[in-house]
Nanobody, 125 residues
Framework: VQLQAYGGGLVQAGGSLRLSCAVS????????FGWFRQVPGKERDIVAA????????YYVDSVKGRFTISRDNDFSTVYLQMNNLRPEDTAIYYC???????????????????WGQGTQVTVSS
């Protein structure tokens, strides 16, 4: 299983970025995904998640209304659209795939077992 995250970069506060995560090695349409972020010295925290069907999504409170997770089964890619970025969003962002297929509810309770390499997002004030 391979996940390749890209799309990070440097942006000013209030700007936007779209992260992408290309997935291979599992039947994409049967699995949910999550986006996580980590800053030096802190744990990796979930930011958003989407179920295998796309019918369930989860967002941590700090990004609700600003970030949108989506998936494109035709391209085996998961996206994280990030708008109105803030300096506190600065982190390395990782995508991850759920361990089990057909998990109904997206969110932090779902176990993830493979991770992408991470992409740096830096938001300047």
């Amino acid at each position: 299983v391979q996940l390749q995250a890209y799309g990070g970069g440097l942006v000013q506060a209030g700007g936007s970025l779209r992260l992408s995560c290309a997935v291979s090695g599992r039947p994409f349409g049967s699995f949910g995904f999550g986006w996580f972020r980590q800053v030096p010295g802190k744990e990796r925290d979930i930011v958003a998640a989407i179920s295998w069907s796309g019918g369930s999504t989860y967002y941590v409170d700090s990004v609700k209304g600003r970030f949108t997770i989506s998936r494109d089964n035709d391209f085996s890619t998961v996206y994280l659209q990030m708008n109105n970025l803030r300096p506190e969003d600065t982190a390395i962002y990782y995508c991850a795939i759920e361990k089990e297929p057909d998990y109904v509810c997206a969110g932090p309770q779902s176990p993830y077992d493979y991770w992408g390499q991470g992409t740096q997002v830096t938001v300047s004030s």
